[in-house]
């Protein structure tokens, strides 16, 4: 039995006010259609079909690496119209239809409703909502058998006051859909080729209209402005922020947290309010992060400590290690065990070993640091040249002197002493001390100079 997943995605989305296709804003950091793939994906779908029509090259671009198959729909005629589309590129078994900008829908109630189909039975998923306006109607006649799908627009007052919603979530044979598409009208208000009409035909044929309902109704939300996707993205964090609280992470706000890409977290971790992480995010036991960190794409060891407002990209923590308040590590920092970086120091591709102290006010940038050197406030790595980056070593037990500039290519030995203010150029033998500094002059009471009188 194979799978084959429609998903309509070729609207203007003209109430997000944007120049993007709707369905590539993002939620969570991921375009929202890339959400409805990747759920599509673990259903074992063996092809991925994507209607697209405004901003299609953009579409194209997105997700080009996203093993999809596109249909175009020149004209904006309706969910019908944009199915038909993909006519001649669906398999024979089952098919099934979502929607690009319905990011939430879980797998689960998505492999429910598709555990129902069949030649004699189509899936429909409907929602009861108190406040249905705007949406479609799932009409039953008085068996409870489902007989039809009114449009909001469409429908009578009575209509209306029915509360069971049609998501535009359905599945079915592809030889029924090949059956009904061909049929539709457009002999309606808005002139379109409504898929939902199809309902009324597998009825009128006697195929079995079988229903399936979501867990809550946040998963069938669409987005058609920037206010519903902040919604939803609310949502998203908060299922987010409840399943890392059941396993065992401490919160300050489980409202004050985004993670857009994966965190997995050990024993014992404390996230403080306003925090983002992001791509893939490790967090070792008993780590504990201040307020209004960026994390992105790094692993912290062990009891590692992050102070507020430091940003960590693409860097490694061994464990025991402090970071900040105010630090950034920039892609290809490694801390060994114990290191620590402190405020307002920034470091690149730096390996730190251990023990190793930046404790504030300094850059390194291309270095290796061996085990227990301290670099002194203000100390940078002159590692650019404006063409090509160079290399600094600095070996175990040195110590660089305050306000110091190491200009790379350039070692500074085991136990060697830089002095304060100093400019090191050439390399420093081990347990050797290399001061490099104007001479201090002095002149005893000096007159200051003094404003001249203006005529």
Not at 111 to 126: F, N
């Amino acid at each position: 039995m194979t799978l084959d997943v429609v998903i309509l995605a070729a609207g203007q989305g003209t109430r997000m006010r944007s120049r993007k296709p709707k369905v590539l804003h993002t939620l969570a950091g991921k375009p929202m259609v890339r959400h409805v793939i990747d759920t599509a994906a673990g259903l074992g779908a063996d092809k991925l079909h994507v209607v697209i029509g405004h901003g299609g090259d953009a579409m194209r671009q997105t997700l080009g690496d996203a093993g999809v198959h596109f249909a175009v729909q020149e004209e904006q005629l309706g969910t019908g119209h944009a199915v038909a589309q993909t006519l001649d590129q669906l398999g024979h078994d089952k098919v099934l239809v979502l929607y690009g900008d319905v990011p939430l829908i879980r797998r689960e109630t998505l492999a429910a409703l598709l555990g129902r189909v069949d030649e004699e039975h189509m899936g429909l998923l409907s929602v009861i909502l108190e406040e249905p306006n705007g949406y479609g109607r799932i009409l039953r006649n008085d068996e409870g058998r489902v007989v039809a799908i009114v449009e909001h627009k469409d429908a009578t007052e009575a209509e209306r006051a029915v509360k069971e919603c049609n998501t535009g979530i359905m599945a079915m044979t592809a030889a029924q859909l090949r059956r009904w598409l061909p049929q539709l009208s457009a002999d309606n208000q808005q002139g379109e080729y409504y898929l939902t009409d199809v309902i009324a035909m597998a009825a009128a044929e006697g195929v079995g209209i079988v229903t399936a309902q979501p867990a809550a109704p946040v998963e069938v939300e669409g987005v058609n402005n920037r206010l519903q996707l902040a919604r939803l993205e609310r949502a998203y964090q908060q299922g987010i922020a409840e399943r890392l609280m059941t396993e065992g992470v401490a919160l300050a706000d489980p409202a004050r947290i985004d993670v857009r890409g994966t965190l997995t977290c050990g024993h014992d971790v404390e996230i403080d309010v306003g925090c983002v992480f992001e791509g893939d995010v490790e967090l070792g036991e008993g780590v504990r992060i201040g307020p209004y960190c960026l994390i992105r794409d790094s692993r912290l060891g062990a009891e590692t400590v992050v102070e507020a407002h430091s940003v960590i990209d693409q860097a490694v923590a061994a464990g025991y290690n402090q970071i900040g308040p105010f630090a950034r590590l920039r892609p290809g920092t490694q801390l060994a065990i114990k290191a620590k970086v402190g405020n307002f120091v920034e470091t690149k591709n730096a390996r730190v070993g251990e023990g190793s102290k930046i404790n504030h006010l300094s850059y390194v940038g291309d270095a290796r640091l061996g085990q227990g050197v301290n670099v002194g406030a203000g100390t940078i790595t002159c590692n650019y040249d404006g063409v090509n980056k160079h290399r600094t070593e600095i070996g175990d037990g040195a110590f660089i002197g305050s306000n110091s500039a190491l200009v790379a290519p350039v070692s500074i030995g085991a136990g060697a002493t830089v002095g304060a203010g100093s400019t090191i150029s050439k390399d420093v033998a081990d347990n050797a001390l290399a001061v490099s500094r104007a001479r201090q002059i002095s002149k005893a009471d000096w007159p200051r100079p003094t404003k001249s009188a203006k005529d």
